[in-house]
């Protein structure tokens, strides 16, 4: 038994085992119907039945659900900076993270695209909890991040995920997704927690630090949605942290979180890789001599590129212009696409309630207000 068997994808040996378990599983069939309306339910059936890895489970199958995803709830997905990467290296991409199941199927998607190597990613256990997501997950090359854990538990998981990681880049030529924080971010405000960065170094063998992080070519990701499906799902969770009270979540709420995020309206989408961060290593190398400053110092080098490069939508200045009183940015958008941001407003947020109205138009404006820090980045 492998010492990773517990957090794990599939091996591609065990991929057809795990297909015809859940074949005509009632969420497969309705994902394979919406993926091909127009195929007889046997054809798929057989055709799952008859797949034995999970590159063909995610190139045959999964790719098509995607695009359905884009044509039903966007506007369509734009990429940049794609072509800089090598299409056979194995690289560590940090994200930005807004949805917990597109996010990395869209980066996926796009990776597929340009002949580059695609993503394990990490997952949290507690999104699949009811065991056709777990199949799911472990289909699609997800590895399970373990929540809950005492202190002592934690420790041990995270060197493990923290070897997993180093297997998968620097052994198994695998690239890996991981979000740059625990859970996705609520407020607008992308930043690389320290505990992320602090995980993937336990596995370090490098004497010097900065050394280990070059080796797993770190490629920080921002990717942007115009409309978030599900911004008006996080209000309650914003509204409890301001009023100083413990949310707790309702027993269903990641897996309608999960959908509506999937199903929901999001208009454009962006994607944007950044370049390899070779030199800032160099330099923060250089500059501390202290670990801990150092994983200050690469948070931040991360940060500088999923933030700059942030693709910034109409909705954004709105948001913006709208808390703050301004018209500011009033000619980066139409009165037609104010007024629809307006409606939107009106529609899924309490406008008696403050918080939930501060909260919502933060979560769009914060995004101006972060990327406005950079010269000539807005």
């Keep these: 038994m492998s010492k990773f068997d ?4 599939f091996y591609d040996v065990e991929v057809n085992e795990a297909l015809c378990k859940v074949a005509e599983h009632p969420m497969m069939k309705a994902m394979m119907s919406f993926s091909f309306p127009e195929l007889d339910e046997k054809v798929w059936v057989e055709q799952l039945k008859r797949t034995h890895s999970i590159r063909d489970f995610q190139c045959n199958f999964i790719y098509h659900a995607l695009m359905k995803v884009l044509e039903n709830s ?3 997905l734009t990429t940049s900076g794609f072509e800089k990467l090598d299409k056979h290296t194995p690289y560590l991409y940090i994200s930005n993270h807004r949805d917990i199941i597109l996010d990395t199927s869209l980066l996926n998607a796009c990776l597929f695209d ?3 190597v695609m993503t394990a990613s990490a997952i949290g256990d507690n999104l699949i909890k009811k065991s056709f997501l777990n199949i799911l997950a472990k289909l699609n090359r997800n590895f399970l991040v373990q929540r809950g854990l005492s ?3 934690l420790l041990q998981s995270s060197k493990l995920m923290s070897e997993y990681i180093g297997q998968l880049i620097l052994r198994e030529n695998r690239s890996v997704w991981i979000a740059q924080r625990e859970g996705r971010t609520k407020d607008g405000n992308d930043s690389t927690h320290p505990g992320v960065l602090k995980m993937l170094s336990m596995a370090s ?3 010097v630090l900065m050394d280990h992080f070059k080796k797993l070519k ?4 921002s990717i942007s949605y ?3 499906p599900t911004d008006a799902l996080k209000m309650p969770q914003l509204v409890a942290k301001a009023n100083d009270e413990i949310y707790v979540k309702d027993e269903n709420e990641d897996f309608m979180t999960l959908l509506k995020g999937i199903m929901g309206q999001k208009k454009r989408i962006h994607i944007h890789v950044g370049d390899v961060l070779d030199k800032e290593l160099d330099e923060i190398k250089i500059e501390f001599d202290n670990s801990n400053k150092q994983i200050q110092a690469l948070a931040q080098a991360i940060d500088d590129s999923i933030l700059n490069s942030y693709k910034l939508w109409p909705t954004n200045y709105i948001a913006y212009d709208i808390l703050n009183n301004t018209t500011k940015y009033s000619h980066l958008y139409t009165e037609k696409e104010k007024s629809l941001f307006e409606r939107r407003l009106e529609i899924r947020i309490d406008e008696n309630n403050p918080v939930e109205m501060q909260g919502f138009l933060a979560m769009y404006a914060n995004p101006v207000v972060n990327k406005s820090k950079y010269e000539n980045a807005i």
């Design 218 to 221: 770190i490629v920080p990701v």
């Design 205 to 207: 063998e490098e004497k």
């Design 226 to 228: 115009e409309y978030d």
């Design 114 to 116: 340009n002949g580059l």
């Design 6 to 9: 517990n957090i794990r994808p």
């Design 74 to 76: 966007s506007d369509g």
């Design 151 to 153: 202190p002592r538990e």
